[in-house]
C-alpha cells in the first residue's frame, strides 16, 4: 500500500541550510507536497512539485524530487530560529485524489 | 479570503460520551477532508467529501464515527461513544476542484481529549 517515511529529527545551526529527507512507495503519486505544522498550529503548505519534475525552488525553499528512487527532499537555505517545526512530506495519488502523509520531522534550529 | 475554520479549538470528554466537531472550508471549495492526527503521528484521512457525497471514508471507524455535509458546504464530525485512544487533533481541509484539487488547507484543529 502508499506509505511515506520520514526521519523523525533534524538539528541544525542558524545560519545552515537543512535538508529533510522523505521516500515514498506508490509510484503513481502526482504531486509531492511538503507542510509546516508549529506548535498549537494546523498544517501550512509549504511548497509541492508535480511529479515530472525534478526540483522548483522557491525563495529559500529548494524542493528536489528522485521520481526513479521515490524520493523527496526540502532543502531550507539559511536556516532560522522561525523555521523549527515539524515538516511533513505528503503524496497524492492519481486515483482518489486523497493526501498522505509522513509521519513528520521535527527541525531545532541550534544557536 | 478567510481560511477553514474548525470549532471548538479544544474539547475534553469522558469515554463512552459523544462528542461532535464543525468545519467551514473555504469558500468555494466542493473538496473537504477530516483527518485524525494522533501525538507524534502524522495526520491519518478519515473521510473526504466532494459537495455532499462521500469519496473516501475506507478509515472510518463507522462503528463509532460518522460525518455529514448535508448542503455541500459546512460539515460535522461525530464520535460516539468516544474512546480513550481517540484523543487525537481533527483537522479539517478543503481544496478546490477547479484547481484540480492540488493545494489542500488546513485548518488550526480541534484537540480532544478523552479522559
Known amino acids: 500500500g502508499e506509505d511515506v517515511e520520514q526521519s523523525l529529527f533534524l538539528s541544525v545551526r542558524e545560519g545552515d541550510s537543512s535538508v529533510i529527507n522523505c521516500t515514498y512507495t506508490?509510484?503513481?503519486?502526482?504531486?509531492l507536497y511538503w507542510y509546516k505544522q508549529e506548535p498549537g498550529a494546523g498544517l501550512q503548505l509549504l511548497t509541492y512539485?508535480?511529479?515530472?519534475?525534478d526540483m522548483k525552488q522557491d525563495q529559500r525553499l529548494t524542493v528536489l524530487l528522485n521520481k526513479k528512487d521515490k524520493h523527496l527532499s526540502l532543502r531550507i537555505a539559511d536556516t532560522q530560529t522561525g523555521d523549527s517545526a515539524i515538516y511533513f512530506c505528503?503524496?497524492?495519488?492519481?486515483?482518489?485524489?486523497?493526501?498522505?502523509f509522513g509521519s513528520g520531522t521535527r527541525l531545532s534550529i541550534r544557536p | 479570503e478567510a481560511g477553514v475554520a474548525q470549532s471548538p479549538r479544544y474539547k475534553i470528554i469522558e469515554k463512552r460520551q459523544s462528542v461532535a466537531f464543525w468545519c467551514n472550508p473555504i469558500s468555494g471549495h466542493a473538496t473537504l477532508y477530516w483527518y485524525q492526527q494522533i501525538l507524534g503521528q502524522g495526520p491519518k484521512l478519515l473521510i473526504q467529501?466532494?459537495?455532499?457525497?462521500?469519496?473516501?471514508d475506507s478509515q472510518l471507524p463507522k462503528d463509532r464515527f460518522s460525518a455529514e455535509r448535508l448542503k455541500g458546504v459546512d460539515s460535522t464530525l461525530k464520535i460516539q461513544p468516544a474512546k480513550l485512544e481517540d484523543s487525537a487533533v481533527y483537522l479539517c481541509a478543503s481544496s478546490s476542484i477547479n484547481r484540480g484539487n492540488t493545494e489542500a488547507f488546513f485548518g488550526q484543529g480541534t484537540r480532544l481529549t478523552v479522559v
Open positions: 512539485i508535480f511529479s515530472n519534475m
Open positions: 506508490d509510484s503513481s503519486s502526482t504531486y
Open positions: 467529501f466532494q459537495n455532499n457525497g462521500v469519496v473516501d
Open positions: 505528503a503524496e497524492r495519488d492519481s486515483s482518489a485524489s486523497k493526501i498522505i
